[in-house]
């Protein structure tokens, strides 16, 4: 995190980046180690990523007030890109890679 943030009010995106990237090692570090005793914590935890996603959704367009066509498909290249390569790679279902549809979803 940076030393001096410009923005010092709650939930600013320094702050809720910084979450997301411990939430990002917690869940891989989960299905790394199998470590299904903390299932619960991990799906609260989810729930808090996909919230914080929609939350800096609504603060990008509610202050940049950029709602064109080229923003939606830029999101959906980024949300979706990665995960239909994996899944042509791999041979695996969409629903496996369950936060992307749920990412997708909610920002439409």
């Known amino acids: 995190m940076k030393e001096n943030p410009k923005d010092t ?4 995106r320094d702050q809720t980046e910084e ?11 989960y ?7 903390i299932y619960n914590s991990i799906r609260v ?11 800096g959704n609504f603060s990008f367009f509610y202050i940049k007030r950029d709602f064109g066509f080229v923003r939606f498909w830029q999101m959906m290249w ?6 239909f390569w994996l899944i042509m790679v791999h041979g695996n279902t969409f629903i496996l890679y369950y936060i992307n549809p ?3 979803f909610y920002f439409l």
């Open 31 to 37: 299905h790394y180690f199998e470590a299904k005793e």
């Open 19 to 29: 979450w997301k990237g411990w939430m990002q090692f917690l869940f891989l570090m």
């Open 9 to 12: 009010s709650v939930l600013n």
């Open 45 to 55: 935890f989810i729930s808090c990523y996909v919230w914080m996603t929609g939350f």
């Open 78 to 83: 980024r949300l979706n890109f990665l995960v």
């Open 102 to 104: 749920l990412h997708t």
